[in-house]
């Protein structure tokens, strides 16, 4: 280590339980030996989780001694990634993108509704400790704008009616889960009967047992039901895509059979003009070859006469 006001009392172990230093090591076990970096961020991230939602200075320098890292690496991974909350949040933190496609679908109005709902703004907690509202970049779900992830689900094509339903199931859920605690509190609180047999107080506490765990039984089967929104831009299932495809090639072969039948009229003139123009051709060739047959013989007389000409022109010469 290198690092400067390095606090060596600092250790992970101490501070988180074994079931999570179990699950640090799974995934230190995934990269090789003397690659020490790669299994900060899955640290930081069960570390955050144990916390309640956000890491302290103290945490952040005991993952880099556990993980024999310097300080400033941990550091900057928490402070660069918007899922790292370096101030204490609550218990569901909606974070809301806000980058270009959002903000050109109207992100602006997804975060005024939930100040108004929540009545508190960006970067602060409702004084139930429940919800917290933070701004973040580009979440690769630009398909889907405007967007917000909340307990690691993705609630793309958002409404002011939609957000009303996300906070609603998330708010039930958390009054249910607090009503489950409740029997704890008043059983001790149960008045004593006088007279009141062992087996009878067994039987009271049996049935009391039962009730609680059918509780928790129904409110585990509510909680499976709460499922995320679905993402609207994709395509259904049973979706009519091939028969409209079909639909289409069949008006595109009636198209071209239309254009093929009022281009029939100006194909048959443009063939009647160009065999008229064939003809003509042949005509005018034909005509010039008759010439030249003509102009041939003529050529010959002359030809001749002019050899008996230079003979006669050769016998005076010599006297005969």
Request: charged residues 35%; contains cysteine; neutral net charge.
């Amino acid at each position: 280590m290198t690092d400067f006001n390095y606090d060596k009392s600092l250790h992970l172990k101490d501070l988180i339980p074994d079931s999570e230093i179990k699950d640090i090591e799974i995934w230190i076990k995934k990269y090789p030996g003397n690659r020490k970096r790669p299994p900060i961020m899955p640290t930081l991230k069960i570390v955050q989780e144990y916390n309640g939602n956000y890491l302290t200075t103290d945490m952040m320098q005991a993952v880099a001694e556990y993980l024999d890292v310097p300080h400033v690496a941990v550091y900057e991974v928490a402070t660069f990634y918007s899922m790292f909350n370096l101030n204490k949040m609550g218990k569901h933190v909606l974070s809301v993108c806000t980058n270009i496609s959002c903000s050109l679908r109207g992100s602006e109005k997804i975060v005024k509704h939930l100040e108004d709902r929540l009545n508190i703004k960006l970067g602060e907690t409702t004084e139930d400790g429940l919800f917290s509202i933070k701004e973040v970049e580009c979440m690769a779900a630009c398909g889907g704008a405007p967007m917000l992830e909340v307990d690691k689900i993705y609630h793309e094509n958002l409404t002011p009616e939609k957000i009303d339903k996300i906070l609603s199931g998330i708010a039930s859920t958390n009054l249910a889960s607090t009503n489950l605690s409740e029997p704890k509190t008043t059983k001790n609180a149960e008045p004593q009967v006088a007279g009141e047999s062992s087996k009878e107080k067994e039987d009271i506490g049996n049935k009391n047992e039962s009730k609680t765990k059918a509780k928790k039984k129904t409110q585990r089967k509510k909680k499976k039901e709460i499922k995320p929104e679905p993402i609207l831009h994709l395509t259904p299932a049973n979706s009519p895509v091939k028969k409209t495809e079909v639909n289409i090639e069949e008006e595109l072969e009636s198209i071209e059979k239309e254009i093929e039948k009022e281009m029939q009229p100006s194909l048959k003139k443009a063939r009647v003009n160009k065999n008229a123009e064939k003809k003509k051709n042949q005509k005018e060739k034909k005509d010039n070859h008759v010439e030249k047959q003509v102009d041939k013989p003529a050529e010959k007389d002359e030809n001749k006469m002019s050899s008996l000409e230079r003979a006669m022109l050769r016998s005076s010469d010599n006297g005969e």
